[in-house]
T-cell receptor
Framework: DTAVSQTPKYLVTQMGNDKSIKCEQN?????MYWYKQDSKKFLKIMFS???????INETVPNRFSPKSPDKAHLNLHINSLELGDSAVYFC??????????????FGNGTRLTVT | DQQVKQNSPSLSVQEGRISILNCDYT??????FLWYKKYPAEGPTFLIS?????DKNEDGRFTVFLNKSAKHLSLHIVPSQPGDSAVYFC?????????????FGTGTRLKVLA
């Protein structure tokens, strides 16, 4: 059973298009994240939601809009895609929000290529 | 401003020997540290963690050491096995920030030679 699953695994699209990446976790965690791994392999946090509430927004362009319909899902919608958006996007979850730290559980990533 | 740094992009070790991966951080508010392992085309998987109240945590072949005064942590793998070949990321967070933000280093690619 996949704990954190994201779709699609690969996404190739042209500049200017709008695309979405979906993420679901079946771990019962309260907090979900989106991370971006760029060409320099730097894993950088973009957003975090705790119980459907946005708690971290790391100065990401507003072309990126996360949506959390419930605490098991966190989708990422990207408008007007640019070449610089090409990266691997990782969804993650953790049981934060319960007063303690614990590891993140990552999905397998979505490789986005903008041409 | 990179608060978590892994200065060695790669490391090669002979099978059976010790692998030592290093990580430095700048933010003295960090109090929880983790190591992740990543294979190609997969997400990072959690390996081991350590709280700032400890200076060592051990799990099987993996040991993490924390030196708070030097703001340095290291991961020791003994003995190294070919299946340990992967990219290793260290990460840090602040427990009481309320934001649950994990900051990652840029990773060290470990190659264990058979």
């Amino acid at each position: 059973d996949t704990a954190v699953s994201q779709t699609p695994k690969y996404l190739v699209t042209q500049m200017g298009n709008d695309k979405s990446i979906k993420c679901e976790q079946n771990l019962g965690h309260d907090t979900m994240y989106w991370y971006k791994q760029d060409s320099k392999k730097f894993l950088k946090i973009m957003f975090s939601y705790n119980n459907k509430e946005l708690i971290i927004n790391e100065t990401v362009p507003n072309r990126f809009s996360p949506k959390s319909p419930d605490k098991a899902h966190l989708n990422l919608h990207i408008n007007s895609l640019e070449l610089g958006d090409s990266a691997v996007y990782f969804c993650a979850s953790s049981p934060q929000g319960q007063g303690y730290n614990s590891p993140l559980h990552f999905g397998n990533g979505t490789r986005l290529t903008v041409t | 401003d990179q608060q978590v740094k892994q200065n060695s992009p790669s490391l090669s070790v002979q099978e059976g020997r010790i692998s030592i991966l290093n990580c430095d951080y700048t933010n003295s508010m960090f109090d929880y540290f983790l190591w992740y392992k990543k294979y190609p085309a997969e997400g990072p998987t959690f390996l081991i963690s350590i709280s700032s109240i400890k200076d060592k945590n051990e799990d099987g072949r993996f040991t993490v050491f924390l030196n708070k005064s030097a703001k340095h942590l290291s991961l020791h793998i003994v003995p190294s096995q070919p299946g340990d070949s992967a990219v290793y990321f260290c990460a840090a967070s602040t427990t009481n920030s309320g934001t649950y933000k994990y900051i990652f280093g840029t990773g060290t690619r470990l190659k264990v030679l058979a």
